[in-house]
């Protein structure tokens, strides 16, 4: 037995799960677990024409861009029928990114026409069927680099994955952004960010933070192992979610002052009651400047 | 001897290509750049409001993404100040988001010479060495992308630049782990890129200078040197750069003339058979790049190689990893003056422009991009997108052949044309956003 085959295809895509994964800091590493036949910047034993044209092993199949039955042709040959060659031969795929696994950005130009692999959005396309027993989604735009290896490392040691209704590893995805997010005391106590470029205040309620209910854990494993998006004041835009990317992004849509959507699971009641309970204290300390110079 | 056509599928260059060759009498007489799968990002972002453009335009490429980012925010920002609405950037705000983008272009440039122009260079003069390029090149992208994200939050795709600003605040201790960052990758640079110590490399103004740089750049010189590829690749010779910047001068430079440019008279075109658009400038073809923003910024190495060897294959290399020194130097002096006490965004949150239309241009790893956003009732109506390969790549006019296909026309087999075709850097994503 040799080491698992490893190939990376891409179909309508931007390339941004590749660059991810390469910043990866052990990425040699995690390779050297895998006999890496093709891959879409690096030097594989493979050309792309090759792995269209002839037949490659594959045991390892990585999925990035967005997926059309017809109308993109790479040397002659229809994309999708390829990836089905290989999802066919493949024991698991992977689709990485919102746009393999869900239809993401590039679904928007056609939306009946473009989708994910498995998912169109949420639903199962006709594909799902047949290769759900072998599926692990990481939707994500990009895909983070550690999550990707944790699946790849996971399958090269032989270890089961835990997945949900969605085939999302749930040790991934079963948190929220929100956790760990660096301001969570301006979430807890309803105060809001009063601009960008503040270390202060929630960006939940004016900025269109969409944390308290994506699924990810950019919070807990931070990207480039050093930060994330609202570790630096930037709404998080929801990537990971199916729906990704939704309208007005830099807003927070509300119902009478209220948002719209409400935290993961959380009742309207249950928030409104909370809210009531914080909004009736005003509490020095998050009023103030967390830090400041020349003071 | 007759014309003979080969067909020719590039890969690994952030998608594929393919190219069509006509030969005649042993030599490359034409070259059809085709690209394939237009994937309307223009289209995608017609009907939602201005600033979703920060979030949708830097997944038009994951390359460059941050400089997508910088460029629709410059659209949007001149469009305020066209419809009469101030944008007082602060300094901070400024330097931040010079900072990030240059931390981009660096990654581009060291993950091109170390996936792209060492291994192919070797495999087509049939030298191939064991080495592990691509370790290099992920070692670098990673450090410097990682000081990136210290302000940028994330790499690749972030949208921490916005209308008036920058949404983080960050610490001395931020400033000071992305200072260590730029001293690793300075470093990288001394010990593994050009084997000479940084303020030594910053000091070479001649090419009587350049038998001095040692490490892989100094390997990549002699293999180009000793394999008389040092004078190929030569296209038109005229250089124009959009974007300013710190570093960099808007300008084009034609022989020993430089002068003044206007994005107004950039013209896009639909070409046929390829869904990339071709861009001119008053009719003539130029090239974008590393290249041009040496010549039209008159970097003195640069002039210096470009008055022997003109624009081939040796200049235009040279010239990309060169940048690098002249970034990781901005990166430096950057970080160290960045006045922290200043605010980090200047335009209150509830003010926004409307109506407005504006053109945002920023030099992207390879050349200049250009975006241009139309809105209405905060909506956009209309966004275009012009990127470095278009310029690069186009098929050309009547009058002349485009830049990369004129480089190719005379090389006597497919292996050199496109090793020569790759010293563009192409980008296939972006040129088919």
Not at chain 2, 172 to 187: K, N, Y
């Amino acid at each position: 037995m040799g080491k698992p085959k490893l190939l990376w295809l891409q179909s309508i895509s931007c390339n941004g799960n590749t660059h991810s994964f390469l910043n990866h800091p052990e990425l040699f590493s995690i390779l050297a677990h895998f006999e890496l036949l093709y891959h879409p910047v690096l030097e594989t034993n493979y050309s792309l024409q090759e792995v269209i044209k002839r037949s490659v092993p594959c045991d390892v199949l990585i999925l990035e861009g967005s997926f059309v039955q017809e109308g993109f042709l790479k040397v002659g040959v229809e994309v999708s029928s390829t990836i089905e060659t290989y999802a066919k031969k493949a024991k698991y795929i992977i689709t990485a990114g919102t746009c393999a696994t869900f239809g993401g950005i590039f679904k928007q130009k056609e939306p009946d026409k473009i989708s994910g692999f498995a998912f169109d959005i949420e639903e199962k396309t006709v594909r799902y069927t047949q290769y759900a027993s072998k599926l692990i989604s990481l939707p994500g735009c990009p895909v983070h680099p550690r999550w990707l290896s944790f699946v790849l490392l996971m399958v090269a040691n032989g270890k089961k994955i835990e997945i949900d209704r969605l085939h999302r590893p749930v040790e991934l995805y079963g948190y929220t952004t929100h956790m760990g997010c660096i301001r969570n005391e301006y979430f807890e106590w309803k105060v809001d960010a009063k601009n960008f470029g503040l270390k202060e205040g929630c960006l939940f309620y004016e900025q269109g933070c969409q944390a308290p209910f994506t699924r990810g854990s950019c919070n807990k494993i931070l990207w480039n192992d050093t930060s994330s998006k609202t570790r630096v004041g930037t709404p998080c835009f929801g990537c990971t979610e199916s729906t990704f990317p939704q309208s007005s992004l830099f807003f927070t849509k509300t119902n009478m002052g209220i948002p719209a959507k409400m935290p993961l699971g959380v009742p309207r009641r249950a928030y409104l009651t909370l809210t009531g309970v914080t909004k009736s204290f005003k509490i020095k300390r998050f009023s103030e400047r967390l830090l400041e110079y020349n003071k | 001897m007759k014309n003979i056509a080969i067909k020719q599928l590039i890969e690994k260059i952030e998608g594929e290509a393919e190219l069509d060759f006509t030969f005649s009498n042993g030599q490359i007489e034409d070259v059809k750049i085709n690209f394939g799968f237009y994937r309307g990002i223009e289209d995608i972002l017609k009907g939602k409001d201005a600033r979703d453009a920060l979030v949708i335009t830097p997944r038009v490429c994951g390359i460059c993404n941050h400089a997508h980012l910088i460029a629709s925010l410059r659209a949007i920002e001149d469009g305020y100040k066209r419809a009469r609405v101030e944008v007082n950037l602060s300094s901070k705000a400024k330097d931040i988001r010079e900072f990030t983008l240059s931390c981009e272009l660096i990654q581009n440039h060291i993950k091109w010479l170390y996936m792209t122009i060492l291994p192919q260079l070797e495999s087509y003069i049939g030298q191939r060495s064991e080495e592990n390029y691509a370790i290099k090149a992920s070692y670098l992208s990673s450090t410097i992308t990682k000081a990136l994200a210290i302000f940028a939050g994330q790499w690749p795709h972030s949208s921490y630049a916005v209308v008036g600003g920058v949404s983080c605040d960050p610490t001395h201790l931020d400033v000071i782990q992305a200072q260590s960052l730029v001293e690793e990758s300075i470093r990288f640079f001394e010990k593994v890129v050009t084997g000479m110590s940084f303020e030594e490399y910053l000091s070479i103004d001649s090419i009587k200078e350049l038998p001095k740089i040692q490490g892989d750049l100094g390997k990549l010189l002699y293999l180009i040197g000793s394999n008389d590829m040092a004078t190929i690749g030569k296209s038109h010779d005229r250089f124009i750069v959009f974007g300013e910047s710190p570093i960099w001068v808007s300008a084009k430079s034609v022989g020993t003339l430089r002068s003044k440019v206007d994005t107004r008279y950039v013209k896009e075109s639909i070409q046929k058979n390829t869904v990339a658009k071709a861009v001119e400038y008053k009719k003539r073809l130029y090239e974008v790049g590393s290249l041009s923003r040496g010549m039209v910024a008159k970097r003195p190495i640069i002039k210096s190689l470009h008055k022997r060897y003109k624009d081939s294959i040796l200049t235009r290399i040279f010239a990309r990893v060169d940048e690098v020194s002249v970034l990781l130097n901005i990166c430096k002096n950057l970080l160290q003056n960045l006045v922290l006490e200043e605010p980090s965004c200047t335009l209150p949150l509830n003010k926004m422009v409307l109506n407005f239309e504006g053109v945002g241009i920023v030099e992207a790893a390879r050349g200049s991009l250009i975006h241009k956003t139309k809105v209405k009732n905060g909506k956009i109506v209309n966004y275009e997108i012009i990127t470095p390969t278009q310029w690069n790549l186009s098929h050309g006019t009547k009058e002349e052949q485009g830049v990369a296909i004129k480089a190719m026309v005379g090389a006597k087999s497919i292996e050199e044309a496109t090793f020569i075709f790759r010293t563009f850097d192409v980008c296939s994503v972006c040129t088919t956003q």
